[in-house]
């Protein structure tokens, strides 16, 4: 007896809300949503990609950023994480998540927190939170909402929804998000 063979696609399970942290048009006819990891080195990689595909699709593209680290393989993806979201709670996430990724190799807490003080940032105030972990739930709904949707590493990408299972170059990205458009 055969079984018979089930093609499904994955689908974003959590829809995009206003508590999401998004860069790009509200309006825009393509939301992509990126499960990532600051420690990640193809998160690194495909970082200056998107932020490449957000600057030639600007009226087009709406990025939402989620958090999935992957903490038994970066020691520092949640501490990094919640230093984007103390930085969010001060309206300086997008700058934070940016420094993240362009500085990957400097994680660690004394990196991290000379980055807060490079983006003007209070490190006490940061540190504090970071050490009572009060962004922790917001981290971990996150990555729970990412298990739900399929994914299993980092970088995953949903495009309107459907998971993204093409490359992450810009050409891919390109393609990926015109055909969106155009669909």
């Known amino acids: 007896m055969t079984t018979p063979l089930q093609v499904t696609t994955a689908r974003l399970r959590i829809p995009v809300t206003e508590v999401d ?16 990891d600051f420690q990640c080195r193809f998160c690194g990689a495909a ?5 490449e595909l957000l600057r030639q699709r600007a009226d087009q593209v709406r990025l939402v950023y989620r958090h999935f680290p992957i903490a038994n393989v970066h020691p520092y993806a949640e501490s990094a ?15 934070m998540h940016d420094w993240l990724y362009e ?7 004394v990196h991290l927190s000379l980055g807060v ?14 050490t009572g972990h009060a962004h922790a739930d917001r981290v971990r709904r996150d990555f729970v909402g990412g298990i739900r949707s ?9 495009v309107n929804e459907v998971r993204h299972d093409g490359g992450y ?3 891919d990205l390109l393609a990926a998000v015109d055909a969106a458009a155009n669909a």
Do not use: K
Not at 47 to 51: D, I, M, Q, V
């Open 117 to 130: 003080e490079q983006l003007g940032l209070p490190p006490d105030e940061i540190d504090a939170e970071m």
């Open 21 to 36: 942290h998004a860069r790009g048009p509200a309006e825009a006819p393509v939301t992509l949503v990126e499960y990532g």
């Open 47 to 51: 970082h200056a990609n998107l932020t």
């Open 169 to 171: 170059d810009l050409a």
């Open 81 to 95: 994480a919640e230093a984007a979201e103390a930085a969010g709670r001060r309206g300086r996430y997008w700058a």
């Open 103 to 109: 500085h990957q190799d400097q994680l660690d807490p």
């Open 150 to 158: 399929g994914v299993t590493g980092t970088p995953t990408l949903f």
